[in-house]
């Protein structure tokens, strides 16, 4: 039994006219430039697409097309790529705020899609389709596969690496950064709906009742795991040895040893899980049928569940894993010297633009008037910001007299750089400089 491919095709009778839509109501206006700082966009039935800038609090709606959307994935920009049936992909720049139709250059549903670091993303769907954008999910080429076959997972391991699950246990790899794919299988029948990896070569597979396969080089070869669990998985995720698998009638499953052994836990729903992504700090997020949302902060122990966010059903979601620029630090050291730290507090690395001309950078203000202005490339030109957890320290300048004065500092004061937060861009202090 196909996971979802029957409402899929009942879709179809819908027909594909396109309504790009505005953003909600009322929704805050971006200043131009500047990224969204949305936290998950969740897709589903009927060409819904819902956002949340809250950790799922609350949640904005729009419908930018009338087929079924069945994947999403964020660039970690700020930007996120659906996609669809009928050849369907759709491209947001506003946090899923609004969407814009790309020309695809197919007919064929796709059921998936993924992001890497390198720019590069990959969909796949029926008819052996798997397509390919290096310009940001705008323009997309397709790749020979060798085989007719639906293709209904995909994933990466970031490093040039990539797998695709289809019908039947069926699997493709690539190592050359999806330019060219080998054929193997998993040798566990059933269809492979998610894929996971984790790292040093090694990936789970997951799919119809309970099945599961893992391979430790690359996607070539792989052996059956026994999960203990007999409900189908729809979806898969990985945060270092976690893996979490999701499924019917509210399945979950998780692993603490890389997917080796298995256990089963209550989820609070009974509901179709169809979609699994890792959150802010390592959280597990997870979406399903009559709109349900479900999280975990101890690693997939144990859930909290929302439902009827919408009253369609989900089937996909994505993190958008930002950066987070903060001033942790504002001192005053030998001779007046006002000194900043600045920290990426993550989860996710600033993007190569970031250290463009004109783009972000230090801002300093003394007594409420501009004082020193440092862009990026001149205060961190060995892009020591760039990871997550990348700190910082630089003096500034020197105070001179008695006066008690306000020195307040702003990392990318334009908010040029979509981060996780806004906020705590500044830091300001009042300083007493001694007499010289």
Same mark, same amino acid.
């Given at each position: 039994?196909?996971?979802?491919?029957?409402?899929?095709?009942?879709?179809?009778?819908?027909?594909?006219?396109?309504?790009?839509?505005?953003?909600?109501?009322?929704?805050?206006?971006?200043?131009?430039?500047?990224?969204?700082?949305?936290?998950?966009?969740?897709?589903?039935?009927?060409?819904?697409?819902?956002?949340?800038?809250?950790?799922?609090?609350?949640?904005?709606?729009?419908?930018?097309?009338?087929?079924? *959307?069945?994947?999403?994935?964020?660039?970690?920009?700020?930007?996120?790529?659906? /996609?669809?049936?009928?050849?369907?992909?759709?491209?947001?720049?506003?946090?899923?705020?609004?969407?814009?139709?790309?020309?695809?250059?197919?007919?064929?549903?796709?059921?998936?899609?993924?992001?890497?670091?390198?720019?590069?993303?990959?969909?796949?769907?029926?008819?052996?389709?798997?397509?390919?954008?290096?310009?940001?999910?705008?323009?997309?080429? $397709?790749?020979?596969?060798?085989?007719?076959?639906?293709?209904?997972?995909?994933?990466?391991?970031?490093?040039?690496?990539?797998?695709?699950?289809?019908?039947?246990?069926?699997?493709?790899?690539?190592?050359?950064?999806?330019?060219?794919?080998?054929?193997?299988?998993?040798?566990?029948?059933?269809? /492979?709906?998610?894929?996971?990896?984790?790292?040093?070569? $090694?990936?789970?597979?997951?799919?119809?009742?309970?099945?599961?396969?893992?391979?430790?080089?690359?996607? &070539?070869?792989?052996?059956?795991?026994?999960?203990? /669990?007999?409900?189908?998985?729809?979806?898969?995720?990985?945060?270092?040895?976690?893996?979490?698998?999701?499924?019917?009638?509210?399945?979950?499953?998780?692993?603490?040893?890389?997917?080796?052994?298995?256990?089963?836990?209550?989820?609070?729903?009974?509901?179709?899980?169809?979609?699994?992504?890792?959150? $802010?700090?390592?959280?597990?997020?997870?979406?399903?049928?009559?709109?349900?949302?479900?999280?975990?902060?101890?690693?997939?122990?144990?859930?909290?569940? &929302?439902?009827?966010?919408?009253? &369609?059903?989900?089937?996909?979601?994505?993190?958008?894993?930002?950066?987070?620029?903060?001033?942790?630090?504002?001192?005053?050291?030998?001779?007046?010297?006002?000194?900043?730290?600045?920290?990426?507090?993550?989860?996710?690395?600033?993007?190569?633009?970031?250290?463009?001309?004109?783009?972000?950078?230090?801002? /300093?203000?003394?007594?409420?008037?501009?004082?020193?202005?440092?862009?990026?490339?001149?205060?961190?030109?060995? &892009?020591?910001?760039?990871?997550?957890?990348? $700190?910082?320290?630089?003096? *500034?300048?020197?105070?001179?007299?008695?006066?008690?004065?306000?020195?307040?500092?702003?990392?990318?004061?334009?908010?040029?750089?979509?981060?996780?937060?806004?906020?705590?861009?500044?830091?300001?202090?009042?300083?007493?400089?001694?007499?010289?």
């Amino acid at each position: 039994m196909e996971r979802h491919w029957s409402a899929v095709r009942s879709a179809l009778c819908l027909g594909i006219a396109l309504l790009l839509a505005a953003g909600p109501p009322g929704a805050a206006q971006q200043p131009p430039g500047v990224l969204s700082a949305t936290d998950y966009v969740t897709v589903g039935r009927d060409g819904v697409a819902l956002q949340t800038a809250d950790d799922g609090a609350s949640w904005a709606s729009v419908t930018p097309t009338r087929g079924y *959307i069945n994947g999403v994935v964020s660039d970690n920009r700020g930007h996120f790529v659906a /996609v669809a049936s009928d050849g369907i992909i759709l491209r947001s720049g506003d946090g899923g705020a609004s969407w814009d139709l790309m020309t695809s250059g197919t007919t064929e549903n796709l059921a998936d899609v993924a992001w890497a670091d390198d720019g590069r993303f990959v969909a796949v769907g029926y008819g052996g389709t798997i397509l390919v954008s290096q310009d940001g999910g705008t323009s997309w080429q $397709r790749r020979e596969t060798g085989t007719p076959s639906p293709i209904m997972s995909v994933g990466t391991d970031g490093r040039g690496g990539w797998v695709a699950g289809g019908a039947q246990g069926l699997i493709l790899y690539s190592s050359d950064s999806a330019a060219t794919w080998g054929l193997t299988n998993t040798r566990v029948s059933g269809h /492979v709906n998610g894929l996971a990896s984790l790292g040093d070569g $090694r990936w789970i597979a997951v799919g119809i009742r309970g099945r599961a396969a893992s391979s430790e080089d690359g996607g &070539k070869t792989w052996s059956p795991v026994e999960t203990g /669990v007999r409900q189908t998985f729809e979806a898969v995720a990985a945060d270092s040895a976690t893996v979490v698998a999701v499924g019917w009638n509210g399945t979950i499953a998780r692993s603490e040893d890389r997917g080796t052994t298995w256990t089963g836990v209550t989820s609070g729903t009974r509901q179709r899980l169809t979609g699994v992504t890792v959150g $802010r700090d390592g959280a597990f997020a997870v979406v399903g049928w009559r709109g349900t949302w479900a999280t975990s902060s101890d690693a997939g122990r144990t859930w909290s569940v &929302k439902e009827n966010l919408t009253g &369609k059903a989900l089937q996909a979601v994505a993190y958008n894993r930002l950066p987070d620029l903060t001033v942790s630090g504002l001192e005053l050291g030998e001779g007046c010297q006002v000194v900043v730290t600045v920290a990426n507090r993550g989860p996710a690395t600033v993007p190569p633009e970031g250290w463009g001309a004109d783009v972000a950078g230090l801002r /300093v203000l003394r007594g409420g008037e501009s004082w020193v202005a440092v862009p990026m490339a001149e205060l961190d030109s060995a &892009k020591v910001l760039r990871p997550a957890g990348g $700190r910082l320290t630089r003096g *500034i300048g020197a105070l001179a007299g008695t006066d008690t004065v306000a020195v307040e500092a702003m990392i990318d004061p334009h908010n040029a750089i979509a981060e996780a937060g806004e906020r705590n861009n500044s830091r300001t202090r009042r300083f007493v400089c001694p007499a010289r």
